[in-house]
């Protein structure tokens, strides 16, 4: 039996054993043509239908570009700033004033509760932007009240104000300038909802469904969600940018990604998000459909360091020196990644190839550990997030690798993980010794690497999980933000990095490529370099059978 067969036989047993939930999406849409319906296989299911509430790339798949708009989004496959609901703007000469002009006409979606009577407006941006910075909000608190990304930039203290001009003009104020701003804006946590709605809800007494029953001006609308099942989406056909060439969209929620590949192949997914590096291979040597691109990434192990013995510089870079990267790159990313020497990635302007990569040293681990006071060891515990993202497609297998690095040097290792929401709940509690976890940038810019993760804000309500504090690191990075001037923007982020390469909160690991495996009749797919999964332009060509070509 030929490679080929032999790989098409195990596919097939491997599906021969689903149950009847994998099905489900299709089932659900029997009625759906074939060309216009397509299935997305993701790793997981949404913390939340608002991307304002949450941080994981999860989440943001199934929302942002979905549901939602921004004020400015993206050239597609580039970090080109481009018009989205704002068709224009104006920067004042000091850089303190951002004036946007809104399209005109553009509708928003409805629901069996919410029949919009009105188009966008300034309005609904403010409304969307003042539920996260303004404490006294009616809307604050709902669900939470948490908004990782915008505490942790910052903006609570950058945004001083946001003016209405008029129904389709609106002005924020800001406190100083701020370089990255736009790009800022582009990113998830900007989406605009509709404060209409959020009116009705109120007179409902379900201020909450604003969250989980969404309503966006996106190119899809939320028709049905089982949890831990599937998503189903339709095409809005009012989109301002005019409508989807697919009719109806389904996230099917596969967290396993043997599974996932499974699925794929047998041509019951026409996406397969976050492949496995042994499934890219498969799939070259299958001559599948792969679409790459350089990730924007880091994955990382965070200490954290309100907690002994990581209070402790030398502990830190023990530890880091302890870990063989080399090794985990080989057996966790099949070399499909390369070594993060910083939070930033090499293909960003502000990399620093100055700061030098730490290396793998068991005996200098074990001497800064006896100089730290701890020549006995310790034990800790390793966090390890439970779904596969681009930029760490296995970190139980990870951790259980720094394991065995660690207990060469006395020091012993319990791997705590949970569901992922409980997990993301728990380490934002600060409950961890220690976690492995990465970043898909949101825009283009390197402040989002450094802010959102290492900022003292981002310590106090974000997603810095070090609890990491450092004045000086703060002072550089918020100089950077404040400049204009490239130059002196890079002068800034590279001795921010330094300095974070001395004080160690993270183990940097990897970057890693960002990879979808798509069906030959998927057309239009453009991976886009900050992670974003967007299907406003897809469509659909048959030709032969998905399924033979899947395998052949």
């Known amino acids: 039996m030929s490679t080929k067969q032999t790989t098409k036989s195990t596919f097939w047993a491997l599906l021969s054993g689903l149950i009847c939930w994998s099905c489900q999406p299709h089932n659900d849409l029997n009625s759906a043509q074939h060309d216009e319906l397509l299935v997305f296989c993701s790793e997981g299911s949404p913390d939340s239908f608002n991307p304002q509430l949450v941080s994981s790339g999860t989440s943001y798949d199934a929302t942002a570009h979905t549901i939602y708009n921004q004020l400015v989004t993206y050239t597609p496959g580039t970090t080109e700033i481009a018009p989205a609901l704002a068709e224009s703007w104006q920067i004042s000469e000091d850089g303190t004033r951002y004036r946007f002009k809104l399209r005109e006409n553009v509708p928003f979606h409805g629901n069996e509760t919410f029949t919009p009577t009105r188009s966008l407006n300034a309005d609904d941006v403010i409304f969307s932007f003042n539920r996260q910075r303004l404490s006294e909000h009616p809307y604050h608190s709902i669900s939470g009240g948490r908004y990782p990304y915008f505490y942790s930039q910052g903006l609570d203290q950058l945004i001083i104000d946001i003016n209405k001009v008029n129904e389709h003009q609106v002005e924020f104020v800001l406190s100083r300038p ?12 900007a989406s605009i909802l509709s404060e209409e709605y959020a009116e009705i809800l109120q007179t409902l007494q379900h201020p909450e469904w604003i969250d989980s029953k969404p309503i966006g001006t996106g190119p899809f609308r939320l028709k049905r969600y089982e949890p831990d099942s599937h998503i189903r989406y339709e095409a809005f056909q009012d989109y301002f940018a005019g409508p989807p060439k697919i009719r109806d969209l389904v996230y099917s929620i596969t967290p396993d990604a043997a599974m996932r ?13 976050n492949p496995l590096p042994v499934h890219l291979r498969i799939a070259r040597q299958n001559q599948l459909n792969i679409l790459e691109i350089p990730g924007l990434n880091v994955a990382y192990w965070a200490f954290n ?3 002994p013995p990581f209070h402790d510089v030398k502990v830190r870079q023990a530890l880091s020196m302890a870990i063989n990267r080399e090794a ?6 099949d070399r499909q990644a390369q070594i993060a020497t910083s939070p930033i990635p090499p293909t960003s302007w502000a990399y620093n190839k100055q700061v030098t990569r730490v290396r793998y040293n068991t005996q200098q681990a074990k001497q800064l550990l006896a100089e730290a006071g701890y020549e006995n060891g310790f034990t800790i515990d390793i966090w390890a997030m439970p779904i596969q993202r681009a930029y760490n497609p296995n970190a139980r297998k990870m951790a259980e690798m720094m ?3 660690l207990e060469k040097i006395g020091v012993k290792v319990r791997i705590v993980s949970y569901e992922w929401g409980t997990f993301l709940a728990r380490v934002a509690q600060g409950l961890h010794h220690s976690v492995l976890l990465g970043w898909n940038a949101d825009n283009g810019d390197p402040s989002n690497f450094l802010n959102p993760l290492l900022s003292c804000a981002s310590a106090r309500s974000g997603n810095n999980y070090a609890q990491w504090c450092h004045p000086e690191f703060d002072r550089l990075i918020l100089n950077a933000s404040q400049s204009s001037d490239i130059e002196q923007r890079k002068e800034y982020y590279q001795q921010a990095q330094a300095l974070f390469k001395e004080q160690a909160p993270w183990l940097t690991i990897a970057h890693a490529n960002k990879s979808l495996l798509t069906q030959p009749r998927v057309k239009g797919l453009v991976i886009s370099p900050v992670g974003n999964v967007e299907f406003d332009k897809v469509y659909l060509e048959d030709g032969a059978s998905t399924e033979s070509e899947a395998v052949n």
């Not at 701020?178 to 946590?189: N, R, V």
């Not at 590949?261 to 998000?273: H, L, N, P, T, V």
Request: net charge negative.
């Open 178 to 189: 701020e370089s990255p701003f736009l790009a800022i804006l582009a990113t998830p946590f």
């Open 261 to 273: 590949f499974a699925r794929f192949s047998a041509g019951e997914c026409d996406i397969m998000s």
């Open 305 to 307: 360091v309100e907690k």
């Open 328 to 333: 985990i790159l080989k057996a966790v990313y």
């Open 403 to 405: 394991q065995q690095d």
